[in-house]
Structure formats: C-alpha cells, structure tokens
C-alpha cells in the first residue's frame, strides 16, 4: 500500500478482512505509517528505495499530485507486477511510459482514517491496461464490494466532480450551518433528524422533486433576511449563487 491517508488505511483494512496479505505501507510520514502497519500486521517504511520488489500488486493511495512523481520511482523497478491507482479525477494514463501492467481501482465514498465503514456496499469503479489486467482488478475489488463496475477515465473523473457536488461541497454547508448555530450555542445535533430525512428523501425521489425551502418559492424577503444574518460577505455570496442556482432549475424545463 502507497499512502497512509484516509482511503489507503481503510481500503487496506478492508482488504485484509477479505483475506488479502498486505505486505508493507509505505507513506512519508513515519508515524502515520506506522499506525497503517500495525493494524494490518505487516512492515512500512518512509524509503522510496525500501519498497518491497516482491509484491503482486501496488496500490497507489496518495494525493493527486503526488502520483505521478511517486510512479516513476516505484513502477519501473518492479515490471511484473500489477500497478493500481484509487483516485477519482486522475486518468489511467499516468501510467504509461512507467508499467506494463496497470489499473484503477476506485472506491466512490467519503472516508476519514478513523471511521470504519462497511466495503460491502461501496460502488467501485475499475479500468485497467488489458483484459488479463482488468480480470485481476475487478476480482479484487469484488472481494471486498458488491458493486463493482467497470468505468473509463472521462467517465470517472465526471463521477468524481459529481461525488464531489454531492458529498464534499454538501459537508461544507454542514459546516456553515454548524457556525451559525456555534454563535447561538445550539447543539448542532438538533439538526441531524433533518440531514437524514434530507438524505433518505433523494432514495425514492429525486433530487430536484426533494427540494423545498424559500430558494424554491423564491421568497425574496426571507433570502433577503437571512442574508442579513450571516456573518460575512463570502458565506452571503455562497447563499446567494446557491439561491440563483436552486431557484433557475426551478424555472427551467428539464
């Protein structure tokens, strides 16, 4: 396993538990490499050139732009062996010129370090150099997910920008709401019925049907009230393009 963070521990974890030897983390970060190995039971290290030459697949787990560096230093040492990235937005062509034999094993979830989460139900996404390749990478991601389909690079890094409208941008409007609650000293747990009703409505409708609020009825006078509320000009901008935003899909025919 390249990498220590939030989705390389719990991709590792995950395969372990179905039964998958991981053989070494390396990370840069020593102790967080450490922590990763002792879970797992294996070796790490924080050397480039102390990577293991005997393992069958290496796993890049990294920062976007910290693969490609990270690729020509490892892939070239190691020829026969299988090379996988788990990022997003990255295409699979970072490889070339670096492996013979490579792929992309992409997990679509939100993961912290910390919080163990069930694999089972996690789509996974999955492209690699050939046939023999690709039969390789879908029986690894199908011992760990029951949602395993196979995704070209235009179409991941589109699933990628999607996941990230629907997941990051969304937690970041938790956080908005959570500092103006913070200023009052309102218990933002008081909010968590609404967040899931809000996430089990867009299961059996979708989106666009599931919105309500002023933003939909565009009431000019509530907008222009809360505006007044929030605590700065770049928290009222995001209000106020979201408002726009929300209220022309409404307008608009499909």
Known sequence: MIGSGNLATQLSLALKDAGREIVQVYSRTGAHAQELAEQLGCDCTTAIEAIRKDA??????????????????VCSARPEALFLHTAGSVAIDIFKGHASRYGVLYPMQTFSKHRRVSFREIPCFVE?????ELAVVRELARCISEHVVDCDSEKR??????????????????????RVLEREQIDFDLFLPLIEETARKVKTMSPKDAQTG???RYDQSVMAMQMAMLPDERTREIYRLMAESIHEDYTTKD
């Open 56 to 73: 069958d697949v290496y796993v890049f787990s990294v920062k976007d732009d910290a693969l490609s560096g990270l690729i020509a230093a």
């Open 128 to 132: 690699a150099s050939g046939e023999a």
């Open 157 to 178: 890094k589109k699933m990628h920008l999607a996941a990230v409208l629907a997941c990051n941008l969304t937690n970041h409007c938790y956080r908005l709401a959570e």
């Open 214 to 216: 002023p933003m939909v």
